[in-house]
């Protein structure tokens, strides 16, 4: 009976996923995990390291080409997309991805493997994104062992998030966070939202009709991801006008890019109002991408938007 019964489906999330009452999920699309390497593209090396042992949380580390202890750089911690329920920080499209900006930007780069919904669902993946940050100030604050790269390259005072998609949402809390809690040892100086995972109860724009992803598909996402939550997609993580700390955002500096055939390009135009109508008292430069898809420049880093995409948070980055 149990094996007559394991092909039977309790949550479908095609394209993305399926989950089965045998609470296998079945994950539809993704890249392959790949290991860390040095790429002779771009000249960057990369390599694992685990952060928390007990919860199996680890990140893939970037250094550029040439790096020199002489010169201390920009540290990024970096946040994938997938919807929390898909990817992951070991694949090829990351790889290649943050290959391109750290080779562009000049930057150390720590990208996280958070765990994912349904296995792991909401907040975890808040939770160990928030973990990762306090995993880098301790690199420049508490004695013993110390990640070398870290160590020999990286500047305490020169931080900065970002992400894409579900990361983009990821980074926004994390910034929140660290402007509540203020983490010592590190400045946390900008994010960069690519394209982020922002989303309400009540609709916005085009989003009841929109021909890739419909209101009623990404409400059945999140509620899936995040299923303990009263709040449903009015819930502060993913809606951040509901969160009556917005303007204690952490950082001075914003970079926010939205696509013009994105379901998400109104709630993150939308995010620019909501940031100043509560009196947040940093700078936000908002780019809105005609033609582009949503996070185009993750799934093609090197075609015209995805360079000058690149190009631009490299000038955010090394703007101070």
């Not at 960057?44 to 250094?63: G, T, W």
């Not at 929109?210 to 299923?227: G, I, R, T, V």
Request: charged share 20%.
């Amino acid at each position: 009976m149990a094996a007559a019964n394991s092909n039977e489906i309790l949550h479908d999330l095609s394209p993305l996923l399926r989950q089965y009452k045998d609470g296998r999920v079945e994950r539809l699309i993704g890249s392959g995990l790949i290991p860390p390497s040095f790429d002779p593209e771009t000249g960057v090396q990369s390599k694992d390291v685990v952060i928390a042992p007990e919860i199996n949380l680890s990140a893939r580390l970037y250094l550029p080409k040439n790096a020199s202890p002489a010169e201390k750089l920009p540290i990024l911690l970096y946040f994938h997309g997938g919807g929390f329920v898909l990817e992951s920080a070991f694949s090829e499209l990351y790889q290649n991805h943050l290959n391109h900006l750290v080779a562009e930007a000049n930057v150390v780069a720590v990208s996280l493997n958070y765990r994912l919904a349904p296995e792991h669902p909401l907040p975890i993946a808040f939770e160990d994104s928030w973990l990762a940050l306090e995993w880098i100030a301790s690199q420049f604050t508490e004695e013993g062992h110390h990640e070398e790269w870290i160590k020999e390259h990286a500047d305490a005072n020169r931080v900065y998030i970002g992400g894409d998609s579900a990361g983009g949402t990821i980074a926004h809390y994390v910034a929140l966070r660290a402007g509540i809690e203020k983490l010592k040892g590190i400045t946390l100086r900008g994010a960069f939202l690519n394209c982020p995972f922002f989303w309400g109860e009540v609709p916005m724009g085009n989003e009841e009709t929109h021909p890739m992803y419909s209101k009623s598909f990404l409400d059945a996402l999140w509620n899936f991801a995040n299923p303990s939550s009263t709040k449903g997609c009015d819930d502060p993580l993913i809606n951040p006008e509901t969160d009556p700390r917005i303007a204690s955002l952490g950082c001075k500096r914003l970079l926010l890019y939205v696509a013009e055939k994105d379901v998400l390009r109104v709630r993150g135009l939308h995010y620019k109002e909501v940031l100043e109508k509560n009196g947040w008292d940093g700078e936000i430069e908002v780019v809105d991408v005609a033609g582009e898809v949503h996070v185009f420049s993750v799934f093609a880093p090197a075609s015209e938007n995805g360079v000058a995409m690149i190009k631009k948070v490299s000038s955010f980055i090394n703007a101070e």
